[in-house]
């Protein structure tokens, strides 16, 4: 019932030629593919111009980041409104390099999936434990902070447009991949607290992506695990063969 979601988020990567051009080579390799939600995430500067090339393809646009509030004196920032306007469909928040390096916190990744709800937007909400975390055993308590503090004051109804990243931080552009078992641990771990946060259909129906070093070599495998939804795809998605084998992903019987 939960359609498979491969998303790429290109980072700070790529001028607008280099997107477009990237950007067309995708949707050659993956026209045939109708049975994934494929998504890429450019940089602000080559949004439009990306959401030109996807045109009529399918694969959709997604923003890197958002300001929580629609318009103002807010020096820098770009709202919701004005991704929807450059032709985004989601938007991804609560990235590891945003809690780490913008000081992005709980509370305001809370305000911007709420801003999002409100703006008609899909969000890409990614949470993920440190190394460090994992291995003095505060993972599930850190997971379920973030999901619950994240995800707080969004109705059961909003709920139906946030699509939920796993994306271990020790795991993100290291090349350290979490083994099949541990990511379907910890998805099967998140869709219980969507259970208990929410309820059971909800829980169901929310799509749970991975993300940490997806390669083609190992998508396989995780995308054979019942609780994992898809990709949120960093490295290997700034290759169009790459992101495309990924998209094409073929589980286990
Ligand atoms: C990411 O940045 O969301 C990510 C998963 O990166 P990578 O695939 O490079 O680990």
Known sequence: MRTPMIAG???LHKTIAEA???ASELTAA???????????APVYTALSKVAETL???NVKLAAQNCYPEPQGAFTGEVSPLLLKDAGCEYVIIGHSERRQLFAETDESVNKKALALAEGGLG??????ETL???ETGKMFDVLRQQVTAGLKNLTTEQMKTVVVAYEPVWAIGTGKVATDEQAQEVHSFIRGLLAELYDAQTAAATRILYGGSVKPGNVDGLMTQ????????GGASLK???FARIANFEPAA
């Open 240 to 242: 169009a063969e790459d």
């Open 123 to 128: 969000t890409i909400f990614c949470i993920g």
């Open 30 to 40: 993956v026209a045939s593919n109708q049975n994934v939600e494929i998504v890429v």
């Open 9 to 11: 988020n290109w980072k």
């Open 55 to 57: 045109a009529g393809s």
């Open 226 to 233: 019942p609780d994992v939804d898809g990709a949120l795809v």
């Open 20 to 22: 477009t051009s990237l």
């Open 132 to 134: 460090e975390e994992r």
